[in-house]
């Protein structure tokens, strides 16, 4: 063996070596890559979430129109009220316990309907804020992810 295949098989196991780094490198990148397209798709999830939680929002906020329609019941009532009151003469319990079961009811049903409007908006805040955290976290991972691909690229195109 001489000096020249020395030095060829010295190259040849440094090119080796190199093609067993590249090799990894690749192999890592795939995977960095792998991770990125998951994460677009968990961007793409969390997107449709939010526009899920959006058009909740405007199905609740839309709905605000509970207590018009109470106030629009309890004016009827009180009509009927009145009515029954002047047909009356002067059976002025039963109109008075017709009011009172009806400021019952409506103060009742006034709370329920608070308590849950309460109850929705804090849950919609809550999404809110979590989806908002989900988007930047994904928006930073995203670009991280990109500007890897561009260098390897760059890698690549030098080779």
């Known amino acids: ?20 780094q590249l090799l990894e490198l690749i192999e890592h990148k795939n995977q960095e890559m792998s991770r990125a397209i998951q994460d677009q798709n968990e961007l793409r999830r969390v997107r449709l979430e939010r526009d899920h939680l ?6 609740i906020t839309g709905g605000d129109n509970t207590r018009q329609r ?10 009927k009220l009145k009515e029954r009151g002047a047909k009356s003469d002067g059976g002025d ?14 103060l009742t049903k006034q709370k329920e309907l608070e308590k849950e409007r309460a109850e929705l908006k804090m849950k919609l805040t809550m999404a809110e804020v979590k989806l908002k955290g989900m988007e930047e976290y994904m928006d ?20």
């Open 140 to 159: 930073k991972t995203i670009k991280e992810y990109q500007i890897e691909i561009v260098n390897l690229r760059n890698m690549q195109g030098r080779r």
């Open 70 to 79: 109470l106030s629009d019941m309890v004016v009827q009532l009180q009509s």
């Open 93 to 106: 319990t039963g109109s008075s316990d017709l009011r009172k079961e009806m400021r019952e009811f409506a």
């Open 1 to 20: 063996m001489n000096f020249e295949d020395v030095r060829l098989e010295s190259q040849l196991h440094q090119l080796m070596d190199e093609k067993a």
């Open 54 to 59: 959006v058009q909740q929002m405007q199905v």
